[in-house]
Structure formats: structure tokens, C-alpha cells
């Protein structure tokens, strides 16, 4: 056994020992609803790990959000449901079987194809289970991903703009339309019409090989990155933040900005 597969059996093994008489009273309490917050944390702490870029803090993120699902194997497990070796064996068939072009003769050039070619593999694997091309977007995901993933699966089967020009004209259309139903103050038909406004934004990001759902956070970390700079700022002057102008906030903000594209302050250029 490769030493890789030497500590993911040590790894299981603890877990079960947790799980076991005599062990871990709340790792014993342990269900898959309860530790569903978890893994969604997890999986978020592995991405502010990337985005700091520092690679002794994504190994240590990584490890636990890899020990969920060895969780929740391990209460499977115990449950009769299916075991650790099963779990591995679905992916790596899994895995294999939807890369034909590698480990079988067919022959694919491009990333595209060989999306397309994953797709048309899921369907043929799931059958009748799932009848239409949207199926299979996890229904939790966040909003703005849950469109993206939507958006993608219509656009594989033909479902798309052909110009970015037409996707931009998609937004300012919406935009219109929310701008007609703020005018005439109908809350139900406003938030429709945001809904609408969001999901072409979403769109554009696709069209665009933008992440929505990336540059949203980022946006988020930037302006509580530069709001946090204007707090600091009136705190070292003795001030507070209720007691600011709007005009003091803004120049501050403006400061905030130019401290980021100077590579003086704490975060990115924008």
C-alpha cells in the first residue's frame, strides 16, 4: 500500500474509533443532517486558503474538509448503507468512464468537447432519471452559482446568445424593466424583475468566462476590506463611525482605494 492509501486508512480508522463505543461522545452524535454546515464551511475555509495563497494553510484545510465525507462513510458504513471502498470505487469508475479519450480510444481536441461528451456520458449513466438537460444542478447551491450551472447546461444543447453583444443588451433590457417597476412601486413585480436583472448578469459572467459567484465575493472581501479602513482610520482620531459625515466616509473610501492600487494597503487592485 502506497503511503498515500497508508494514512487515508489511518485516517478512517480514527474516525471509526471516534464513532465507536468508548469513544467521541459528540463525533458518536454525529448524522449526515447534522454535519451538513460543515462540509459547506469546510469547503468555503479550502477557498480562502487558495486565495491566500499560502500553501501550508490549504493543507490543513484541505485535510479537514476531506474528513466529511470520511465522516459521513463512516456513519454509512454503520448504517449498512454502503462502505469507504465503495464510496472510492463509484468515483474512480466513475472517473474512467467518463474520460473515454484517456483511458479508451476516443478521440477529443478541446475542453468543450469534452464537456459535451461528460454530458451526453451523465445522461446515458442516469437514463430515465433524468429527462431534461437542466437535471442534475444541486438545488442548495447558492443563488448566483445555482444560475450559472443553469445557464451553462442550456447553453451546451444549443440554448445560448451568439454575440456578447446580445447578452449585454439582455442586461440593460432588464435593467429597464426593473427600473419601470421601482418607477411604479409594485414590490411583488420588482422582485421578479431583480431576479431577472441577476440571472442576466449571471449570464454575461458565463458568456464572459466570468465566475459570478467569485467576483461577487471578491467585490464583498474589497469593500469590507475598505470599509474596515475607514472605520481604523476615525478610530485613530478619536472618532466614530455614526458620528462621520457621508462626505468624511467617501474621502476615506477614495483613500482606501488608492492604498490598494498602490500596493500600500491590505488588499488587491481593482
Known amino acids: 500500500m502506497t503511503k498515500d492509501g497508508t494514512e487515508f486508512e489511518r485516517l478512517a480508522g480514527i474516525m471509526r474509533r471516534l464513532r465507536a463505543p468508548g469513544g467521541c461522545p459528540w463525533d458518536a452524535e454525529q448524522t449526515h443532517e447534522s454535519l451538513k454546515r460543515y462540509l459547506l464551511e469546510e ?4 477557498i480562502e486558503a487558495i486565495d ?22 463512516v456513519i454509512a458504513e454503520e448504517r449498512g448503507e454502503f462502505t469507504m471502498a465503495e464510496v ?91 427600473e419601470e417597476t421601482m418607477l411604479a412601486a409594485d414590490q411583488e413585480r420588482m422582485e421578479a424583475e431583480l431576479g ?24 464583498i472581501d474589497r469593500f469590507t476590506r475598505r470599509f474596515s479602513h475607514i472605520e481604523e482610520s476615525l478610530h485613530a482620531r478619536g472618532a466614530g463611525i455614526k458620528e462621520a459625515s457621508l462626505e468624511e466616509m467617501e474621502r476615506l473610501w477614495d483613500e482606501a482605494k488608492r492604498l490598494e492600487r498602490e500596493g500600500s494597503g491590505s488588499g488587491e487592485k481593482s
Open 196 to 219: 431577472d436583472l441577476l440571472f442576466a448578469i449571471v449570464n454575461l459572467g458565463r458568456f464572459l468566462s466570468l465566475n459570478p459567484e467569485e467576483a461577487l465575493r471578491k467585490t
Open 43 to 46: 469547503a468555503y475555509e479550502v
Open 88 to 178: 472510492l470505487a463509484a468515483i474512480s469508475d466513475k472517473l474512467v468512464s467518463r474520460h473515454p479519450h484517456v483511458f479508451g480510444d476516443q478521440i477529443i481536441r478541446t475542453s468543450e468537447e469534452q464537456l459535451e461528451n461528460w454530458e451526453r456520458i451523465k445522461q446515458k449513466e442516469k437514463g430515465a432519471e433524468r429527462k431534461s438537460a437542466l437535471a442534475g444542478v444541486p438545488p442548495h447551491l447558492p443563488a448566483l452559482l445555482k444560475a450559472q450551472k443553469v445557464t451553462e447546461k442550456a447553453a451546451r444543447v444549443g440554448f445560448d446568445w451568439s454575440r456578447v453583444d446580445e447578452v449585454f443588451a439582455k442586461v440593460l433590457e432588464e435593467l429597464h424593466e426593473f
Open 52 to 73: 491566500a495563497g499560502s500553501p501550508d494553510m490549504l493543507k490543513e484545510e484541505l485535510g479537514d474538509l476531506m474528513l466529511q465525507p470520511v465522516f459521513h462513510a
